[in-house]
């Protein structure tokens, strides 16, 4: 068994021919009387090394049987291996992938099984065999010092003056110097580049602070896109809304990450309605974005006889009778609500833009 | 005024009592009359009659009137039954969550304490008394709608409280959304159409019949179809999945290293 945790005793006692007081060399307590102190570690109540236990005979090594047995054993192991090899080769052929499901979890479980066995059946052999059968006799192969010799030193030292002088690199600073500059030059490049992955030429706090809601955006539902009139939306109901037009964008699923919002009606006379949003509710029915001010998860479990609006991420429950705000979890900010009226036809339209930016803080939201 | 001298009285002292009687009589009679014709006429129906509106009426008395009052106009310890319709009474009581065992979060799923019979006559009552949502019929049930658009409705519409898999899921204070599978479809329908406890109402405008259906053969094709990445453990995601690899794993890990630095014996 390699002894690789040295004691400072196997140092000092195999570099006899090192100078024992040199440097930082770690000197064994006896030997203290003829080295000079230096910076030696001298410990005088360290633990003396116990040495290697004897060898104990494992049972293979005493039964020629269990010997055997444990050969016989190790070679099954590699069998099983071969023979899962060749497992998951005839499954990947007798399980294709087809149009069916099942047709995937057959083909995964039996190539799965049989590469398992291949790996498995190597491992646990390698390792049988290494343990039960292999001489386990404990030798030392004591560590080389790590300090090179004085010449090897001096050698190396004598190379880095010669090449400095045959190339002239020390002298010709010119040189020098405008290699230094090229290499500090050479990657700038890359640092534009990986500018160029964020969204160039428009200020991205703009895009977060608006959506796609304009005056009179119809309300429609998701995924369909159709309209959705007032007298259609119960009390108790919940209306997961998408703005008209939304399907027919190019960003369709970036414009939706900004403008998804839940329609709920409630009793207008559970909603406590704060100065300035008199109007922004209709009857009873009003509109919340969906993006959570934590961390942006959609916010869409409504409970319709607490009006509790909980965000399934992390917890935060929003109060839809008192605006949204936040009464449970690590939210900061209520949801913004999307001011919403009826128009001629009688369908649910926004009066404006959500009023704040929707979703998480970010640093340049005020 | 009543206080006349008896002269003047032209009728006799107890016509009054006489014509209570005949009155009676008659009301008891007549209503004796329809309700044994109405039985006569439709027996076999399931439909809503007067016979099971009567036995839904005492049903209603004998069980149920305690929370929701006599009239069903509701009380402090339960809502109004006002407009609910018969399928809200279908699924509440055909599912065993009413009557309930106690107060609490929400209504448990128990042994239906009445029979299909008994359900359908106290539906008959409560619908009887205004109009509302009725229970589904069996071709708004058949799972062979479109189980793609029902899985784009369901990861839209359910799948935030139900689970993307309806395995169900956590709500606030201890109450929760149930796992939905082996669910009858009857009271999957019921329970979009009426949004029982604390679930909201997904009406016919905002879900229409047809997309209901769609979103019951997306779960009925869960249901029997096997999960092609093997082991679902409850499809309860991340949670149930580290814990598994965690024990079995990272225990299989542990177990593996002790073996291998273990003195051979």
């Not at chain 1, 949204?324 to 900061?332: D, E, L, N, S, T």
């Not at chain 1, 009023?355 to 640093?363: K, L, M, Q």
């Not at chain 2, 669910?183 to 019921?190: L, P």
């Amino acid at each position: 068994m390699a002894h690789d945790d040295s004691s400072g005793k196997d140092i000092a006692a195999t570099s006899s021919g090192l100078d024992a007081g040199a440097g930082t060399a770690v000197v064994p307590a006896s030997a203290h009387a003829e080295a000079d102190g230096g910076l030696a570690v001298i410990t005088t109540d360290g633990f003396e090394n116990p040495g290697h236990p004897p060898t104990r005979p494992r049972v293979t090594d005493i039964d020629p049987k269990k010997a055997r047995h444990a050969q016989r054993a190790v070679y099954t192991l590699f069998y099983i291996s071969i023979a899962g090899s060749i497992f998951a080769l005839a499954a990947y052929m007798a399980f294709p992938i087809n149009d069916d499901l099942n047709s995937v979890r057959l083909n995964t479980v039996f190539l799965g099984i049989g590469i398992t066995l291949a790996l498995f059946g190597i491992g646990l052999g390698a390792v049988h065999w290494a343990k039960s059968l292999m001489s386990e006799e404990e030798g030392e192969d004591i560590r080389h010092p790590v300090r090179g010799t004085d010449e090897t030193r001096l050698r190396a030292v004598q190379i880095f003056d010669e090449a400095n002088k045959e190339s002239g690199f020390g002298r010709r600073t010119l040189i020098r110097n405008s290699l230094i500059g090229a290499l500090v030059a050479f990657p700038l490049p890359a640092v534009i580049l990986f500018r160029g992955l964020a969204p160039e030429y428009s200020n991205p706090a703009a895009l977060l602070e608006t959506t796609m809601w304009k005056t009179g955006t119809r309300l429609t539902l998701d995924p369909s896109g159709l309209p959705v009139k007032a007298a259609d939306v119960t009390i108790g109901s919940a209306f997961h809304i998408i703005p008209e037009g939304l399907n027919d964008q190019p960003d369709r699923l970036e414009q939706k990450a900004k403008a998804a919002v839940l329609l709920m009606r409630i009793n207008p006379a559970d909603l406590n309605v704060s100065p300035g949003r008199e109007t922004w509710n209709y009857d009873g029915i009003v509109a919340y974005s969906k993006i959570c001010t934590h961390v942006g998860c959609p916010v869409a479990l409504f409970e319709q006889q607490t009006h509790h609006l909980l965000c399934p991420c992390h917890q935060s429950t929003f109060d839809v009778n008192n605006e949204c705000q936040v009464i449970f979890g690590p939210a900061k900010r209520p949801l913004p609500q999307l001011p919403i009226t009826v128009d001629s036809e009688g369908y649910l339209v926004a009066q404006s833009d959500f009023t704040e930016p929707v979703g998480p803080s970010f640093w340049e939201r005020s | 005024m009543a206080r006349k001298p008896a002269k003047a009285n032209r009728r006799h002292p107890l016509a009054t009592v006489v014509l209570i009687a005949i009155g009676l009589a008659f009301t008891g009679g007549g209503y004796a009359l329809f309700t044994s014709t109405a039985t006569a006429q439709t027996d076999t129906s399931a439909t809503s009659t007067a016979s099971s509106v009567a036995e839904g009426s005492k049903l209603f008395a004998a069980n149920c009137a305690t929370c929701h009052g006599l009239n069903s106009e509701g009380t402090g310890n339960g809502p109004s039954l006002i407009g609910v319709g018969a399928a809200s009474v279908d699924f509440q009581v055909g599912t065993g969550r009413m009557p309930l065992a106690m107060q609490g979060p929400q209504a448990m799923e128990k042994p239906p304490q009445f029979t299909a019979e008994q359900t359908q006559a106290l539906a008959d009552y409560v619908a009887s008394l205004s109009p509302g949502p009725a229970i589904p019929t069996a071709d708004q049930l058949t799972a062979n709608g479109n189980a793609t658009n029902g899985g784009e409705l369901f990861r839209i519409n359910c799948a935030m409280c139900h689970n993307v898999a309806g395995a169900g899921g956590a709500l606030t204070e201890g109450k929760f959304a149930p796992d939905l599978t082996g669910v009858d479809s009857k009271y999957i329908y019921e329970a979009m159409l009426t949004g029982p406890q604390n679930m909201p109402v997904f009406n016919d405008h905002n879900i229409t019949p047809e997309d209901k259906r769609d979103i019951i053969t997306y779960l009925k094709y869960l249901q029997n179809n096997p999960s092609p990445g093997g082991f679902e453990l409850g499809n309860l995601g991340p949670v149930a999945e580290g814990l598994f690899i965690w024990i079995f794993g990272i225990g299989a890990v542990v177990a593996l290293t002790v073996w291998l630095t273990a003195k051979s014996n």
